[in-house]
């Protein structure tokens, strides 16, 4: 599976979009983009994943550049809820993928 | 209704000792997973089961072994418990066992060895 890189820790406005970032330059061209989220301590959470489109649901948009060597999880209008650990994780479609969680961003939501 | 369910929520015990935590999910789901994460919060994946066949089996001693006695349980159970086993353990469930399926996650077990 192909490895991931995100910054440490950012900060946000309460209200503001919250814009991470994940590289991912190895990725093959079978692989998928996921975003999990961790809230303090309680079991990961999917966000959303995507191939090559970009891709909205009711929680954040993700945006794959068209390389699909980056991609940036997009929350629209942060809240407080939002402070969480945001793994950005790929993985392949064949059988027996899994995840391979790395140290993640952690997001902090301010008031 | 609890979608992924894990029991007991904390474990406190001695090294040494053998101990098991129990994993349920109720979504109808065919694959199962346990995961580690330990004290500096890396989160690994273990073990995963796919219709009560062992699947995934990454590099873990032993004396952790899996029982799936049908598809909506996964089982842990630790012999001979050692310091190093502290950690968070999270049982996940997904529809399948490929990439593309979403994993939900239960809330973990927190296990502390003395």
Redesign the interface.
């Known amino acids: 599976d192909a490895k991931t890189t995100q910054p440490p820790s950012m900060d946000c406005a309460e209200g503001r979009a919250a814009n991470l970032p994940c590289n991912h330059s190895t990725i093959s061209g079978n692989?998928?983009v996921y975003w999990y989220r961790?809230i303090h301590?309680?079991?990961?959470?999917?966000i959303i994943?995507g191939l090559k489109n970009n891709e909205t649901n009711e929680m954040a948009s993700l945006i794959i550049t068209e390389d699909r060597k980056s991609s940036t999880l997009i929350l629209p209008h942060a809240t407080l809820r939002d402070t969480a650990?945001y793994?950005c994780i790929v993985?392949?479609?064949?059988?027996?993928?899994?995840?391979?969680?790395g140290?993640g961003t952690r997001l902090q939501v301010t008031l | 209704d609890t979608a992924?369910s894990q029991t007991p929520k904390y474990l406190v015990t001695q090294m040494g000792n053998d101990k098991s935590i129990k994993c349920e999910q109720n979504l109808g789901h065919d694959t199962m997973?346990w995961y580690k994460q330990d004290s500096k919060?890396?989160?690994?994946?273990m073990f995963?089961y796919n219709n009560k066949e062992l699947?995934?089996n990454e590099t873990v001693p032993n004396r952790f072994s899996p029982k799936s006695p049908d598809k909506a349980h996964l089982n842990l159970h630790i012999n001979s418990l050692e310091l190093g086993d502290s950690a968070?353990y999270?049982c996940?469930s997904s529809q399948g066992?490929?990439?593309?399926d979403?994993?939900?996650?239960?809330?973990?077990t927190r296990l502390t060895v003395l």
């Open positions: 692989e998928y961790q301590s309680q079991g990961p959470q999917y994943h650990v793994y993985s392949g479609s064949g059988t027996a993928s899994k995840l391979t969680f140290t | 992924v997973y919060k890396f989160l690994k994946i995963s699947i995934i968070v999270f996940a066992p490929i990439g593309t979403t994993q939900y996650f239960g809330p973990g």
